[in-house]
């Protein structure tokens, strides 16, 4: 039996929390910090490499992502968006902004710069980028490369009606602490799947309160940063 879809993450039961991992260092998590982190460029190895076998029929596709991190008094956020629910690919979803490379690119940092601009309208001038974290290889035959960047406020978002339902904050500390993290078991006849979630409490940029499940590739390409962040 071919592998079913995930529908709905939140019925896949969870059969850990990963309590147990150390939550990285304060100094870790502040601009400085990771700026520090990247030039100092430490031995690492990504915890997830992808969604196992991808799930379509086509050729891999190169893809890049921006880890937007709001630099905010109370400390980093990281920007995040929900797709819209009409879309082929991850719809629903939480992500983060980005999409599929084009030719005129040139590289993944042009990649996720200009999608940030056409998803949520992020301008350039108010991203640093700090640097690149492993290609993820997600179940839609996409080769991910994640872009880390600081963030300066002062910008104002015009979302993309197409592509994005909306766009909301989470402190960059919560996302880097292993007790938040669940690992959901899938089973079913002639294999099994796990995947990370990471639901958090809070409200979308216009104050509405809401549940934010972030899980599946957001939630694992997050786990390799902070496996990044701790080394």
């Known amino acids: 039996m071919s592998r079913p879809p995930v529908l709905d993450p939140r019925s896949v039961p969870v059969h850990a929390v990963d309590g147990h991992l150390p939550a990285p260092p304060a100094e870790r998590l502040t601009a400085q910090g990771l700026r520090d982190q990247f030039e100092r460029q430490p031995l690492w190895s990504p915890e997830f490499v992808g969604d196992s076998a991808p799930a379509v029929a086509r050729a891999p596709s190169a893809a890049a992502v921006l880890l937007p991190l709001v630099q905010r008094p109370e400390g ?81 978002l015009q979302l993309d009606a197409g592509e ?52 599946g590739a957001t939630a694992a390409m997050l786990r390799n940063f902070y496996r990044f962040v701790t080394a």
């Open 164 to 215: 994005v339902a909306q766009a909301f904050e989470v402190p960059l500390q919560f996302l880097m602490t292993p007790a938040y993290h669940r690992r959901h078991l899938l089973r079913w006849d002639g294999g099994e799947r796990q995947f990370l979630s990471m639901p958090w409490m809070g409200s979308d940029l216009e104050g509405r309160a809401q549940e934010f499940f972030i899980w």
């Open 76 to 156: 980093l956020q990281v920007l995040l968006t929900q797709r819209t629910a009409h879309l082929r690919d991850h719809a629903g979803q939480i992500s983060f902004p980005g999409g599929r490379t084009e030719p005129e690119d040139g590289s993944a940092e042009a990649t996720a710069l200009r999608e940030a601009w056409e998803e949520i309208g992020l301008d350039a001038s108010h991203v640093e980028v700090l640097g690149r974290m492993p290609i993820y290889r997600t179940v839609t035959a996409f080769e991910v490369t994640p872009v880390v960047a600081l963030v300066t406020p002062g910008f104002k």
